[in-house]
């Protein structure tokens, strides 16, 4: 069996605020909230951000979330046109009949959740508002973040990606290298010209950091390992860095003070965590169709997640079982019922959502001191969603 | 027979000017040049762009070009001191147990030519002279050769660079990948630190335009194409580009005046061209315990040099021997008699030196203009030397 289009743990029920997980393998019940799995569909046309905005927004109001869709009402009001203007930026990128093109192409095509310039727009507003090189930042980071997905799908041979082939599987693993390297310059080329103090700096550092993430990541690749300090080091560099880079550019182009830019540092950094520890639950407890990934893909490229590692610390029973997934990465019948009953009764799946709880806590906590306001609402909704998104 | 260890092609005796060919399977006779087959030992100790003057050195006096061997020693004296700070710089590179690290140290202490940075050391003492911002353009210049180096070789599957196994090999293609992205990253912040204007951006437009020429590269790999098009387009993309920016880069740290600057420019372009035909050359006649590279390594990996170009153009029925080449990688006897023979019968050879020499001469054209002096005389060297190169 191949564990790939449904969901292989479920949340216990009192913690599952989620709708549209299908039961996994070895439950014997359905939860409340599992009755409608499908997702609010998305309307062609909309800019991808503010799509996913709406869509988040109908699955509040589906779970009686009324305040969170409330307010993800008023975000699309907020942000939808820069959202928009982003997008429209985003498809201006060339485009022509080159391989690295066409590969790049693919991957931007397929959206993404746009997380990253939407923390952009939001600090921005949070100051002097949105301008041309406001816009310049959200596009260079979604495309740093975009670059090193073409890299990384290239190293762990995906072969999925927002639900629809990897651009290394249409255009080959060349065409993929080249295309991240051209986002990159790119992304690069753009925060030069907005001329902001330390912003492109910083951004080498981030990247320099992602890099050495990375390659950390690929070290400790295949490992069983239940070291929490890697795997925090990893979710650092790899994933918190670029939020807090996003975060410290919006700042700077809105013209914010060096207290409250850095008060957006630490929102950044806690919402990557956040953003990791519920990408990890997702790798478990995910709907594929949903979130595009096959499930147990991370741990089948080699990637120890944080519930595998509590599930390791608890119930080091379960190593053979990993190193079987790891080695084989088909994943049998067998072994998938027995990491799924692990991750159960050592707890591990709640656990790794209170670690996206505490740091959606701290990323709201790093809000208190900014001046209240629409941008600042934002912002807390972003935490406030993230941490039960299931997609 | 894998054509790997001697010379496949020797260049007609009236042309003949290097030293060190060893005689191609098919050739009746040495040339006198060839009775002492040794070069130059390099010296352990010596920076590697001093080494390799000293070893031209020593060839130009061998072959009796009393003339190019003082200028050489001239230039040793004139910027062997740059040449050793630099390697110093080099060597300071953060070096740690990561992967990425190592396969980045990997390639860089295999040395190399060093040619580009001596281009921008030598256009800065056509004017102001080497400081600190030189050197770090010098090293910026080195890291993005270096990168493209890493990315390369993993999108060609190379397994020998410099005479030794590639990065990847010893290392890991993901490694590499992530090897050349941070050397990147490191070249774009020395660039970015020198606060020289229009320098950064242009060396975004060198990378952009480097990307894709190796996309067209791609495109047309494996295809058995006489198109001189696509192949100059190619070499001005990934091979001029470089040298082109080397010079820009460097004029305008010595403080060199546009009307100069372009001159060098031009220059570069011209060199980077030189450069290639001769490479292209070291394919079918260079001695790869010299050359570090496997003979007829580029059409084994799908790429079409300027001699077969030409041979396919003159002999059309070497195309399906060509076209075996392309698809079994390793050379048989027959095909590499045939190959040779073309390149012989149709003077393919003595055409592509043509090419170098044409270009040689249009880089020293372009120096011209600019104010007589060590710095000039030294790139005029560079020149001269570099169109007989053997290694």
């Not at 290298?177 to 912003?199: K, M, N, S, Y």
């Not at 608890?314 to 088909?330: G, H, N, S, Y």
Request: aromatic content about 4%; some cysteine.
């Amino acid at each position: 069996m191949k564990v790939a289009t449904s969901s292989a743990v479920e949340r216990s029920p009192s913690e599952h605020v989620g709708v549209g997980h299908t039961v996994g393998p070895d439950s014997g019940h359905h939860s409340a909230a599992n009755v409608d799995s499908s997702p609010p569909e998305s309307v062609p046309g909309l800019p991808v951000g503010v799509d996913l905005l709406a869509r988040l927004e109908g699955i509040c109001a589906h779970r009686g979330l009324g305040n969170l869709a409330d307010r993800l009402s008023d975000m699309v009001a907020f942000i939808g046109q820069d959202l928009e203007t982003f997008e429209l930026e985003l498809d201006r990128l060339p485009r022509d009949a080159r391989l690295v093109n066409r590969s790049a192409h693919h991957l931007l095509a397929r959206g993404g959740k746009r997380l990253r310039p939407m923390c952009v727009a939001l600090a921005a507003r949070l100051g002097g508002g949105f301008d041309q090189r406001v816009l310049d930042l959200a596009v260079a980071v979604e495309l740093v973040h975009s670059a090193t997905l073409l890299h990384d799908d290239v190293v762990d041979l995906s072969e999925v990606r927002r639900g629809a082939p990897t651009a290394r599987t249409v255009y080959g693993n060349a065409a993929s290298i080249f295309a991240g390297d051209w986002l990159l310059i790119e992304a690069l080329r753009r925060v030069h010209r907005c001329q902001l103090p330390d912003t492109l700096e910083e951004l080498f550092s981030v990247i320099e950091e992602m890099i050495f993430a990375e390659s950390l990541q690929l070290e400790t690749r295949g490992l069983v390992s239940a070291d929490r300090d890697i795997y925090f080091q990893v979710v650092e560099g790899k994933t918190a860095s670029v939020f807090r880079w996003a975060m410290s550019a919006g700042g700077r182009a809105g013209g914010l003070g060096d207290d409250d830019r850095l008060q957006l540092v630490e929102y950044g950094r806690h919402l990557g965590i956040t953003f990791q520890a519920t990408d990890d639950l997702l790798d478990l407890t995910g709907d594929s169709a949903k979130t595009g990934k096959l499930l147990f893909a991370d741990l089948r490229e080699g990637k120890m997640t944080f519930p595998l590692i509590v599930a390791l610390e608890r119930d080091p029973d379960v190593r053979p079982v990993i190193e079987e997934i790891l080695a084989d990465e088909v994943v049998s019948d067998h072994a998938a019922d027995r990491v799924v009953n692990s991750l159960r009764e050592t707890r591990a799946v709640d656990e790794c959502l209170q670690l996206a709880r505490k740091h959606a806590g701290l990323a709201l906590a790093a809000l208190e001191p900014l001046p209240d306001g629409r941008a600042r609402r934002a912002l807390a909704t972003v935490a406030e969603t993230i941490v039960d998104r299931d997609l």
